[in-house]
Every structure is written in C-alpha cells, then in structure tokens.
C-alpha cells in the first residue's frame, strides 16, 4: 500500500475552517484517499473518501492535487466536537485493508 | 452510516485466562471484518482480516494461536485473546465492509485489561 505523510499535529480555532493536509506522492492509478477520523477512546470515524474529483458531503470536503500526490481534508467550521487524530489513508480498490499511519492530532480551541 | 458494534465495550480478566470479544454488523452483511488493536497514543495496527466462512488471514507477527478469530456468519465475528497476559491489555478495535471497494465501518472499541 502506498504510504502517507501527515503532520503529526495541529491546531484550529471553533468556527474556523480546518485544513488538514497529506502527501501520497508514490499513490497509483486506482488507488483512493480515504479519511477517517478518531476521537478518544472511540472507533475510527468515517469521514470521506475520494479517487482524484474533489468530493464534499455533510462532514467535510476533500480536495486531490491534480497530480494526486496530495490532499486536503477540509473541515468547514471546526467545533470543539472535531477534536480528534485525523487518519489520512491509500488504499487500492481491490484492496479491504485499511493501514493506518500516525495521523494528525487536531486540536479545535474556543 | 452503518452501524459495527462491539461487545464488551470494556472487560478486566485475569493472567492466563481467556476472554472474547464479539463484533457485530447490525445493519448489513458483512463480508469481512478486520481486527486492530492499539496501544495508549499510538496508531491502530491490523491483527487479521476475517471472511465469512474462512479462516482469517494474520498480519506478520501476530500469533494466530493467542488470538482466535472466528467469522461465522455475515453479521458476526469473534476475537478470543486465549491465555491473556498483561502485555495483551489493549483497545481491540473492530470494522467491517459489505465487499472489496466498499467503504469500511468501524466498531466502539473495546478495552481489554488484564490483570
């Protein structure tokens, strides 16, 4: 599986848009960006996912590189509630594992 | 969303017994299901992918004798940690997907200590 690279935290204030980047710059032809989302002491959270067309649902948007050697999770105001590590993850379409890096640690401050 | 849930939420057992942990779809059939564990402030690591009617595969380096997995129908799988250890207390975490390509669910979690 291709690998991803994160920042290992950051920080947001409430009511301000989140954006959480990672690389995949060694991701193939068929391979999809997915993020998940963990708060403490909880299951992954589902967030979105995405091939190389931008996606946005009720949670959040998800913006591919042209290139798609990266992406952005885009939280559009942030809440306390969004405090979590978000998990940026490639995984191939004919591949059910999820391998999870180190994520990003986001921190949403009133 | 679909809907993983697991059971117990949180279970204390004592060295060298055994202890399982279900993990259920309850509102589709899930073809596979997978098993993580984690450690305090670390990442989630893949244990064993499990399909419905087969054994499960095991990650290198997990021993597929102390971690029993069982996947028995769509809507059910079981992980067994058999004679617990202290060095096994963890998060077992749980998720499970209707088929390849399909988005992937995951349970609550559950905490295991063992004392």
């Known amino acids: 599986d291709a690998k991803t690279t994160q920042p290992p935290s950051m920080d947001c204030a409430e009511g301000r848009a989140a954006n959480l980047p990672c690389n995949h710059s060694t991701i193939s032809g068929n391979e999809y960006v997915y993020w998940y989302r963990q708060i403490h002491s909880q299951g992954p959270q589902y967030i979105i996912h995405?091939?190389?067309n931008n996606e946005t649902n009720e949670m959040a948007s998800l913006i591919i590189t042209e290139d798609r050697k990266s992406s952005t999770l885009i939280l559009p105001h942030a809440t306390l509630r969004d405090t979590a590590v978000y998990y940026c993850i490639v995984r191939g379409y004919n591949t059910d594992k999820l391998i999870f890096g180190t994520g990003t640690r986001l921190q949403v401050f009133p | 969303g679909a809907v993983v849930s697991q059971h117990p939420s949180w279970v204390i057992c004592k060295s060298g017994t055994s202890v399982k942990i279900e993990c259920r779809s309850l509102d589709f059939q899930a073809t596979t299901m997978f098993w993580y564990r984690q450690f305090p402030k670390q990442s989630l690591m893949l244990m064993a992918t499990s399909n419905e009617g087969s054994k499960a595969t095991y990650e290198q380096g997990v021993e597929k004798d102390k971690f029993l997995i069982n996947h028995a129908s769509l809507t059910l799988s079981t992980l067994t940690v058999t004679s617990a250890h202290p060095e096994d207390s963890s998060f077992y975490i749980c998720?499970?997907?209707?088929?390849?390509?399909?988005?992937?669910?995951f349970g609550e979690g559950s905490w295991l200590t063992v004392v």
């Open positions: 998720s499970a997907t209707t088929g390849v390509g399909n988005t992937i669910y």
């Open positions: 995405g091939l190389k």
